[in-house]
């Protein structure tokens, strides 16, 4: 199965490739924007891919041929696609229209990752076919990205994921977990927001889910997750117990206090029952978790 894979090198794409590289029944096409972080040994081609430029994805697209298109590739950063919204809508929306055409044109199935922000947060735990009532920019674009997919794609999946964690050496971008764990470990005061709620991912866990779905080529939506829902301070002070560091370095603070560009949700969390009973989902737990990381970085320092 030739499987193409958009955002290679962010968190959930790197996992995606760590898991492909080495099933020898696979044939992963990695892309991201810059070059390549993480070479591994595998089965696998890399390339440079800008997904907002039609040109180039169908070019691609034309040489791999894939079976199945998993596109993690996101402009994330909710305060950034509050204040730059028309890049935001480019990366996270239109861009998905060209991968749609050539998906359908290549007879591809597009497995399109998602978040909960398209929901308002009003509740604590959402399921698939609930309504999405977005409260930022960030929410609106991925939004309308799963009404495209939903609306014009001929075989599709969305996989909707929540507060992703997990280490990656090299990697530009820190989660919450590598962020409070570097800032504790350095001694720097830090203000984590007490009064809103989420169901941690660990990355390797949404990897294997995605990996599952396009191998299965399953369709429809997925709701994957952790099964804890807690607050995020609560997994800051975890995250700082689990590694016997300096907690009174942390201190709450609402989300009126650290005013954000971009409003959140208060609550969300998911319902994994349908990916438990389709895909056999059984995520690790937050301390599991945890010990997954702190593995990782025992490997590599």
Known sequence: MRILLTGANGLVG??????????????????SLHPEINVLKGNYHYHTLD????????DLMQRARPHVLINA???????????????????NTEAVTTLIRLANHHKTHLVQISTDFVFQGQQSTYQEDDPRNPVNHYGLA?????????????????????????????????????????????????KVVSDQYRMPTLAEDLAGAIVQIARQEKEGIYHISGREGMSIEQMAQR?????????????????????????????????????????????????????????QMNKFH
């Open 14 to 31: 790197q996992k995606i490739k760590e898991a492909l590289a080495r099933d020898e029944q696979a044939e992963l096409w990695a892309t």
């Open 73 to 91: 590739a996101a402009l994330a950063n909710v305060n950034h696609c509050e204040k730059e919204k028309a890049e935001c809508q480019q990366v």
């Open 142 to 190: 991925k939004k309308q990205a799963e009404d495209q997919v939903m609306e014009e794609a001929s075989l599709w999946s969305i996989v909707r994921t929540i507060l992703v964690y997990g280490y990656v050496p090299e990697l530009k971008r820190n989660n919450l977990v590598t962020w409070v764990y570097q800032s504790l470990q350095q001694g720097k005061p830090i």
């Open 239 to 295: 995250v700082g117990d689990y590694f016997n560091l300096d907690t009174s370095l942390i201190t709450p603070v609402t989300s009126a206090e650290l005013g954000e560009p971009a409003r959140r949700p208060t609550h969300s969390g998911f319902n994994l029952f349908k990916a438990e009973k389709e895909l056999g989902y059984l995520p690790h737990s937050f301390e599991e978790g945890l010990e997954v990381v702190e593995q």
């Open 51 to 58: 997904i907002t430029m039609p040109s180039m994805v169908d």
